[in-house]
């Protein structure tokens, strides 16, 4: 079957990596900027980021028939010195035409901090005047509940969004339905040591139904793994879901949400 990975972070695995999940289906990746593991010291820093996600990656990608798309921003951990934020914001405009860009993210909360908070209007700000779609990131483990619930106070709180053109990502069970029940799309996340399991993210498409979620690896430079979409693909099969549902969560929603950035310039697999 093929599919897609919405949110999986290419620039820190290997090129071995694109050739597995190409051999397994994949068929387009979509990478939103976060932190490098270290904090950056100086705009010029994101600015080469940028340039990596918007040039090399795509090339790299394509040479395994993958299509690479990506989000700008400065995430939420490197939110903290405000300053160097504003930079950032203030210089994203320059990347926001190029062929692949989907929109601003993964912008979102880390510690749910007064900073962070801050950083996350600009970025909505900037999107909203850019007619840019948004990728959220939320907390981990203790702080996920109240940061999902300061994310959407302040989603739902500026009238200008177009609910159905923002996705909150690393949804968990105790998440996902207010998420969903605001008219935002929800993103699982598969990941081993926290987050959500394929099980897990079964479970809630049982729950739930395939209407506007996503399942994500969110594969990084940390333990993760990522072919964990095919792992949820596997999981679904051996639940007997039939193949139609399997490929409206991992193929045809993405479709549908990307499609409504005017970067998203996709080639169906039947059409490479
Ligand atoms: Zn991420």
Redesign the pocket.
Known sequence: MYYIDP?I?MVSRTTDDYETLAKMGCVAVSE?A?WAGYDRGSVDGFRDYFEQLTTFEPKRAGWYGIQHFTWLCINAKEAENVALSREVIAMIPEFLDRPGVLGIG?IGLNKNTRNEATIFLEHIDLAVKTNEQILI?TPHLEDKFQGTRMILDMLTGDSRLQRERVLV?HVEEHTVGLVLDQGFWAGMTLYPVSKCTPQRACDMVEIYGPERLLVNS?G?WGPSKPTAVPDFILEMRKRGHPESLIKRVVYDNPLTFFGQSRGFQFKSPSDV
């Open positions: 949110h972070h939103p976060f993964e990131h990502d969110a990084d």
